[in-house]
């Protein structure tokens, strides 16, 4: 190719190359989104060891230890990861998560508590599944979808202990809660948008079922319990404003 017809020949790929949106090809820009969840009682921020609280029926409680698996975090119910994520107080990292989406609109946001029926019976995991992280029950209950410990005065169990594991994958009592949530416009608007989710822990005691620590001070196995604080703590997220 001569050096005439090989500088007609770069032109016209450029022009072709810059009437591919005119063409319908329009590459729409990424954007990062932040997820930052933030662990509350009430109006107060909780705090490992170091606070007690009351809980809605006057029943003192210091927590000592709160996580839960996340999965199927979507954006408008389109998926942003097919991971499953370990959101724990007593590591602040894994509460900020980070996405790259080409979505522009971020009307809405939605996952599941709990950990996917086939992870369940899929053997050793790793990484936030490693059965090191302490939440895994056995082979045939899976694992432990949400973990709320701590002590309370009100308490009947050994050393006054609060425990309340939930997990269960199997019907009647499958565990997983999907929330969904509204995203407000200010932040919709935002460039890189920066998403606060609040879980008020209050939740797990007083929302669908009544739940008292003097009543229920454990919870160990899939059932009916542990159906009923699965059901409370879905409602215990809001998107800060």
Same mark, same amino acid.
């Given at each position: 190719m001569d050096t005439i017809n090989k500088n007609l020949f770069l032109f016209w790929l450029l022009m072709s190359l810059a009437l591919l949106p005119v063409a319908g090809f329009i590459m729409h820009p990424t954007r990062r989104v932040t997820i930052r969840f933030r662990h509350k009682i009430g109006a107060?921020?909780? /705090? @490992?060891?170091? *606070?007690?609280?009351?809980?809605?029926?006057? *029943?003192?409680?210091?927590?000592?230890? #709160?996580?839960?698996?996340?999965?199927?975090?979507?954006?408008? *119910?389109? *998926?942003?990861?097919?991971?499953t994520f370990?959101?724990?107080?007593?590591?602040?990292? %894994?509460?900020?998560?980070?996405?790259?989406?080409?979505?522009? %609109?971020? /009307? $809405? +946001?939605?996952?599941?508590?709990?950990?996917?029926? @086939?992870?369940? =019976?899929?053997g050793v995991q790793t990484g936030a599944l490693d059965p090191l992280n302490g939440l895994f029950w056995t082979w045939?209950?899976?694992?432990i979808f949400a973990r709320m410990e701590g002590k309370s005065d009100s308490s009947h169990a050994p050393a006054h202990s609060v425990?309340?594991?939930?997990?269960?994958?199997?019907?009647?009592?499958?565990?997983?809660? &999907?929330? /969904?949530?509204?995203?407000? $416009?200010?932040?919709? &608007?935002?460039?890189?948008?920066?998403? =606060?989710?609040?879980?008020?822990? +209050?939740?797990? #005691?007083?929302a669908k079922h009544t739940i008292t620590i003097a009543q229920s001070p454990l919870c160990h196995q899939p059932g009916k319990l542990a159906m009923q604080l699965a059901d409370n703590y879905s409602t215990m997220f809001t998107v800060a404003q």
């Open positions: 107060r921020e909780m /705090q @490992l060891f170091n *606070e007690t609280y009351t809980n809605p029926f006057g *029943e003192p409680i210091t927590i000592t230890r #709160f996580k839960y698996y996340i999965s199927h975090l979507s954006i408008n *119910e389109k *998926e942003l990861s097919s991971k370990l959101i724990n107080e007593a590591d602040s990292s %894994s509460k900020t998560l980070v996405f790259t989406t080409g979505i522009t %609109s971020p /009307q $809405t +946001l939605s996952f599941v508590i709990g950990v996917d029926s @086939l992870l369940n =019976v899929s045939n209950s899976g694992y425990n309340w594991d939930v997990g269960g994958f199997r019907s009647p009592y499958n565990a997983s809660r &999907k929330i /969904q949530l509204t995203i407000p $416009t200010d932040i919709i &608007k935002a460039a890189d948008p920066v998403i =606060v989710i609040d879980a008020d822990l +209050l939740k797990w #005691f007083n």
